[in-house]
């Protein structure tokens, strides 16, 4: 054994160690072996089989999985370009290619020094001060050619990355309206011992009161959703806090993680106040590593002020901990079933509904899981009860939503409105002109018009996860709508068929119409396989993948007809070409050995 194997196989011995060889925690394994050598060599893999316990398989099964990790060596520096359509919109493209020149190396390679390598990467949700890159996992936002440039400097002056000047790592709130949560005060454990002396029963009971809507898309009751976990069967329980934020044009979770984290935290003991449950587990995404120092920080003054640990506020019998988990670059790890699977420390396919979470979900244990702004809202209600909650909004979306509003705007950033405001209000304040388009809720969203620019944001009308894009007068919709059929191609898990060969087809369906081929068929062909899409697809990502472009072939027809060829088809490969081999074998040159028009 030479001596970097020796060192090699005691940093594993010391991160199993440290992971406890818990085979459910094999993302997080793999994130920290990962460290030792930039990459996953197989002799590697094998070794975290056996410490583990586990099937190669298994292990390969969910390294294959994940964008994150690397199955051969990258450059010391792994650069990812954020390539949401508001990050090219922002120039990113260009950045790339300066900073490509300048290292001598192309698009997923690594540079001839071993010092980097270059990708693109799906939204790293920074849309409000795009382009925005991930070196080594660290966040840089707002890239422009000089900051390109001050980078290229430190990477070839080896300077380490943790030495790096830090304003390059600044990364801003940029709140522009604050209401009811992102402008009040708050005392960490004020929630809390507000909930705690209504007694768990009747803390439960305000939350239903407040009819408290899920944020993170779905909209479900938040207190129906907390009472089916306290009443399922067995006496443990989970809950889980969805930060894996995915969505192109979402932000507005990073902002509450970095600048609100007692408020997240405090919520997710308020969680487990009303359902009995003692373990808290954050699912924070790859892209929002630069949070998780702080956030740990966190935890450890929670847990000195008595908010966390053993006997919470003094109440014995009350034992509630928070741990943090981070995703590994995979969009469908923010279904929540999906999310449970990559906590057990597989690859994140959605699971099979029913049984839903709230009964066996972690571990096959009841479940919550809860977006990072619903658990922010849970404080408001234990601080002023479910009735004054229930009074703000609109019947039925209660309280605020708070938005990530990016794109050609002159104030991009976190808005937070009471639901029911109009589209044409949040225009207005962003600073937004002549707007053409609104993509809200992201690439899984709804596209209005300028029509449609007086409809309201509730779940009556229009709903959100709270990404909300504006494209300006010269903005091409086809181009957005293609680069959403890029993001689900890539995202899309592979397990079910619709959308595994569903979003394939509809990217390379774009990629013929961007290329002049497109003809009339191409165009029904996308409206069909919407339709298979929806109807066909197992989880809320493929039932979705088709809805931007089945709304801008809707509303923004001339983008796609200016490019289609006139013929009714046209193949998307050259069939004569493609019989030449077969031609040249058999000796044959006669007109019916060719593909040529007979008519
Ligand atoms: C493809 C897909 C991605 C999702 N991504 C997220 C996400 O990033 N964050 C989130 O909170 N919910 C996401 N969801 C919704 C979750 O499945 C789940 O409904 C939510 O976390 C429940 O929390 P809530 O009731 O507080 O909204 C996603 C759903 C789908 C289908
Ligand atoms: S719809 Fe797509 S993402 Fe969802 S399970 Fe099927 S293949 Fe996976």
């Known amino acids: 054994m030479t001596k970097a ?5 005691t940093d594993l011995d010391a991160i199993l160690a440290a992971h406890g060889r818990d085979g459910s925690r094999l993302v997080q394994i793999l994130r920290d072996v990962q460290d030792i050598e930039g990459w996953i060599p197989p002799a590697t893999v094998a070794a ?15 390294l294959e999985f994940y964008s994150f990790f690397y199955r051969t060596p990258r450059g010391r520096h792994v650069i990812l370009f954020s390539d949401n359509i508001t990050d090219r919109m922002a120039g990113n493209q260009a950045i790339f290619d300066h900073m490509a020149r300048r290292f001598g190396v192309a698009r997923g390679e690594v540079s001839a020094d071993g010092r980097v390598s270059l990708d693109f990467t799906s939204c790293t949700g920074m849309c409000d001060q795009g382009p925005a890159i991930l070196v080594n996992g660290m966040a840089i936002p707002a890239m422009t050619l000089r900051k ?5 400097d430190l990477i070839r002056s080896d300077v380490p990355l943790a030495e790096w000047p830090q304003d390059l790592f600044v990364v801003e709130h940029n709140i522009r309206r604050a209401d009811m949560l992102l402008g009040s005060d708050f005392v960490p454990g004020s929630a809390l011992k507000a909930a705690i002396a209504l007694g768990r029963d009747a803390w439960l009971a305000e939350v239903k009161r407040s009819n408290l809507r899920g944020r993170g898309g779905a909209g479900f009751t938040t207190g129906v959703k907390w009472e089916a976990a306290k009443k399922a069967p067995g006496d443990e329980r989970f809950i889980v806090c969805n930060a894996d934020e995915g969505e192109p044009g979402t932000f507005k979770d990073r902002v509450l993680m970095q600048f609100y984290p007692e408020r997240v935290f405090e919520g997710m003991v308020l969680a487990g106040w009303a359902t009995g449950a003692r373990l808290g587990l954050v699912y924070l995404r790859g892209e929002y590593l630069y949070l998780r120092a702080p956030l740990e920080e966190k935890l450890a003054e929670m847990r000195a002020g008595r908010l966390l640990g053993t006997s919470v506020c003094g109440v014995a019998g009350f034992d509630f901990d928070i741990e943090i988990h981070m995703g590994a670059g995979a ?10 699977e990559s906590l057990e420390g597989k690859a994140g396919r959605p699971r099979i509904r029913p049984p839903f979470p709230v009964t066996c979900g972690y571990k096959n244990k009841p479940t919550v899981v809860n977006n990072v702004e619903t658990l922010c809202k849970v404080t408001e209600i234990a601080l002023q009860g479910g009735a004054a909650y229930e009074g703000y909004g609109t019947k039925q979306s209660t309280g605020t939503k708070i938005l990530s509003v990016s794109g050609d705007v002159e104030r991009p950033g976190i808005y937070e409105y009471p639901f029911g405001v109009r589209v044409n209000q949040v225009l207005e304040d962003a600073g937004a002109r002549n707007t053409r388009a609104v993509q809200i809720s ?4 709804t596209c209005l018009g300028p029509r449609e620019f007086g409809r309201r944001i ?41 959308c595994r060969v569903g979003t394939t087809i509809q990217a390379k369906l774009m990629d013929k119409i961007a290329s ?44 796609y007809e200016k490019r289609l060829a006139r013929k009714d088809f046209e193949p998307s490969f050259d069939l004569d070409a493609a019989l030449a081999r077969a031609r040249a074998v058999t000796g044959r040159e006669d007109a019916d050995s060719h593909m040529l028009d007979h008519a």
């Open 48 to 62: 975290v089989a056996t410490g583990l316990g586990l099937e190669i398989g298994a292990v390969e099964s969910t």
């Open 458 to 498: 509730a779940f009556e009308d229009v709903p959100t996860a709270g990404s909300f894009m504006v494209f300006g007068e010269r903005r091409d919709m086809f181009e957005v709508a293609r680069n959403f059929a890029h993001f689900f191609e890539h995202e899309s898990c592979g397990f079910c068929t619709p």
């Open 331 to 340: 969009y469908i790890c923010g279904e929540e079933t999906a999310l449970i």
């Open 516 to 559: 002049g081929h497109g003809t009339q068929y191409e165009m029904s062909e996308l409206t069909h396989l919407r339709e298979v899409m929806k109807a066909g697809a197992h989880c809320g990502l493929g039932q979705t993948a088709g809805s931007a472009i089945a709304d801008t072939i809707g509303k923004f027809r001339e983008d």
């Open 5 to 9: 194997d020796k060192t090699r196989k």
């Open 148 to 152: 390109a440039d001050r980078i290229c």
């Open 442 to 445: 992201g690439a899984a969203g």
